[in-house]
C-alpha cells in the first residue's frame, strides 16, 4: 500500500536563515511538503507583506516553492496579537477587520496552490464568561468555513494553550459547534498542561493536519532526550485510520520559554526518523 501520510516542515523552524534558505533546508531533509507561517511577528512573511498585492505576494510564494521543490502543506495565518485580533473579539469592529484579513488571507493561499488553511481558535476574554467567548468563537469560525469550503480549501484550528479550545473536551465541543472544522492538532500544548497521551486519541479522528515537536510538563518544545509524546504510536493510530494529510515539524527558534531553545535541525531530523519508522 503506498504511503498516504506526508511529512512537511514549517518554515520558521529555520528562522534565523533567509527563507530561501530554509525552504531549501527543508527539501534537504528529505521532507516533501512546507508549512508556511504568516505571522504579525517572528515569521519570514507578515500579513503586510501577502495582502498589500495579493497576486504579486502569490506569485512569489509559487515560485519560491518550485525551486525548492516542495509541496505547499498548510498556510498557517494568526494576523496579529492573539488577544487583540481574535476572531471572536468581544467589539464588533475588530471583528470585522478580522473577517476581512481573514477572506484576503483564503484568496492568497488559493492563488499561491494551497488546500489547507491554519488559524487559532479564538480567546477567553476576562471581560465576559468563558461560555460567551466561546460561543461567538464557535459563530466565527462557523462562517470562516463557510468561505474557505467555497474556496476549497480545507480550514482548521490549533487547539493551543490560553485558548477557547485549551482541553480535549473544549476542542471537540468547538468541532461539534462549527460543523465542518478539522484540527491542526499539536500535542504539545496539551502535554505542557500534563495532559495524558491517552486523553487525546478522542482528537485524532478530526485532524487534517498534524504538528510534531517533542514536549514534556512544563515544556512546550522539548529534545528527544526528555519528550515525552509518543510520536511512533500517534504515527500508527493515524495510519490506521488512513489519515492522507501531513505530519508537519514544528520546533520553533522564536518565542519559547527559557530552557527550551534547541538545535531545530538535529531535532527534526531525530523525530522524522522516529515517525518515519513507525510508518512502515
Known amino acids: 500500500m503506498p504511503q498516504r501520510i506526508k511529512l512537511s516542515c514549517t518554515d520558521f523552524t529555520f528562522g534565523l536563515l533567509s527563507h530561501d534558505d530554509a525552504l531549501a533546508l527543508i527539501r534537504t531533509i528529505d521532507l516533501d511538503g512546507a508549512d508556511i507561517g504568516i505571522f504579525a511577528v517572528d515569521s519570514f512573511l507578515t500579513p503586510r ?30 494576523p496579529g496579537d492573539v488577544s487583540k485580533l481574535s476572531a471572536n473579539h468581544p467589539e464588533p469592529r475588530v ?34 464568561s468563558r461560555a460567551v467567548s466561546f460561543n461567538r468563537a464557535a459563530e466565527e469560525l462557523a462562517w470562516r468555513i463557510d468561505i474557505a469550503r467555497k474556496a476549497r ?3 482548521s484550528v490549533e487547539a493551543h494553550l490560553g485558548s477557547v479550545a485549551h482541553t480535549p473536551a473544549q476542542a471537540l465541543k468547538l468541532i461539534e459547534r462549527a460543523r465542518g472544522l478539522t484540527l491542526t492538532l499539536d500535542f504539545s500544548h496539551f502535554t505542557y498542561q500534563g495532559i495524558k497521551q491517552a486523553d487525546l486519541d478522542s482528537l485524532i479522528p478530526h485532524a487534517s493536519h498534524v504538528h510534531a515537536r517533542g514536549a514534556s510538563r512544563g515544556h512546550r518544545q522539548s529534545p528527544a532526550t526528555t519528550n515525552t509524546i509518543n ?3 500517534l504515527a500508527r493510530q493515524l495510519r490506521r485510520i488512513d489519515y492522507r494529510g501531513y505530519i508537519s515539524f514544528e520546533y520553533e527558534v522564536f518565542d519559547v520559554d527559557p530552557g527550551d531553545e ?13 515517525i518515519r519508522k513507525a510508518l512502515k
Open 95 to 128: 471583528r470585522r477587520r478580522s473577517r476581512n484579513l481573514f477572506q484576503q488571507i483564503v484568496d492568497y493561499t488559493q492563488r499561491c496552490g494551497g488546500r489547507h488553511l491554519s488559524i487559532l481558535p479564538g480567546m477567553p476574554y476576562p471581560s465576559e
Open 49 to 78: 507583506d501577502v495582502l498589500s498585492d495579493i497576486p504579486a505576494a502569490a506569485r512569489r510564494m509559487r515560485a519560491k516553492l518550485k525551486r525548492a521543490r516542495l509541496n505547499l502543506a498548510d498556510m498557517f495565518f494568526i
Open 231 to 233: 510520536y511512533a504510536r
Open 262 to 274: 534547541l538545535d531545530t535541525l538535529g531535532e527534526t531530523i531525530r523525530l522524522r526518523d522516529v
Open 153 to 155: 480549501i480545507t480550514l
